[in-house]
């Protein structure tokens, strides 16, 4: 099972929105949607921000989003603050054999 | 809160077992609805899903490395644990628990995680 794709790196100015995307296959993203976004600062654990495509945990800023559609899910990030500099990594269900993958990560700059 | 933490050797000889422990705390290793995970990322690079198990010994492991873990778990210490045998240097990982929600496959709480070496 392949790592889902990610762009290695997205950037934006402060307030700007950016979009980063993951994109699986018929056998995980587009089949399923259990996709699930976690953002990760340097030296910290990741963090659940986004799960179930597009649904957010309690306490998680309403400037983050999700949507997918067919084998990509993607991850919106509105009004850009500096503390959105993080890496950036999607995870979906993929079937009962390997049931878990992870995205290969987006580093998130603020310019 | 629900908390965890692991704990374990931060240096392991090439060739040998690796054994981590989560120690779970605020909360019960027992609820139902969720599987008690690790998950791996090397040095500068991405996440790597090691396997899952639930409280009541149910275990799935990523395929890439099912030869090499056992996962076990301990409910009256409240704690879970990782076996990864013929540790080689691409093994040289941060290691962290994670708990993993049975029903909506997403991680949602996760131990600070612990650097693992392997030296040869």
């Known amino acids: 099972q392949s790592a889902l794709a990610q762009p290695a790196s997205v950037s934006g100015s402060p307030g700007q929105s950016i979009t980063v995307s993951c994109t699986g296959t018929s056998t995980d993203v587009g089949v399923y949607n259990f996709v699930s976004w976690y953002q990760q600062h340097p030296g910290k654990a990741p963090k659940l921000i986004i799960y179930?495509?597009?649904n957010r945990p309690s306490g998680v800023s309403r400037r983050f989003s999700g949507s997918k559609s067919g084998n990509t899910a993607s991850l919106t990030i509105s009004g850009l603050q500096a503390e959105d500099e993080a890496d950036y990594y999607c995870?979906?269900?993929?079937?009962?054999?390997?049931?878990?993958?992870f995205g290969t990560g987006t580093r998130v700059t603020v310019l | 809160q629900l908390q965890l933490q692991e704990s374990g050797p931060g240096l392991v000889k090439s060739s040998e077992t690796l054994s981590l422990t989560c120690a779970v705390s605020?909360?019960?290793?027992?609820?139902?609805?969720?599987?008690w995970a690790w998950v791996r990322q090397p040095p500068g690079k991405g996440l790597e899903w090691i396997g899952y198990?639930?409280?009541?010994?149910?275990?799935y492991y990523n395929p890439s490395l099912k030869s090499r873990v056992t996962l076990s778990v301990d409910t009256s210490r409240n704690q879970f644990s990782l076996d990864l045998s013929s540790m080689t240097a691409a093994d040289t990982a941060v290691y962290y628990c994670?708990?993993?929600?049975?029903?909506?496959?997403?991680?949602?709480?996760w131990g600070q995680g612990t650097l693992v070496t392997v030296s040869s």
């Open positions: 198990i639930y409280y009541g010994g149910s275990t």
């Open positions: 995870s979906s269900f993929s079937g009962t054999i390997n049931p878990c993958v």
């Open positions: 179930d495509v597009s």
């Open positions: 605020g909360g019960s290793i027992s609820t139902s609805g969720y599987f």
């Open positions: 994670a708990r993993h929600s049975e029903v909506e496959y997403f991680f949602d709480f």
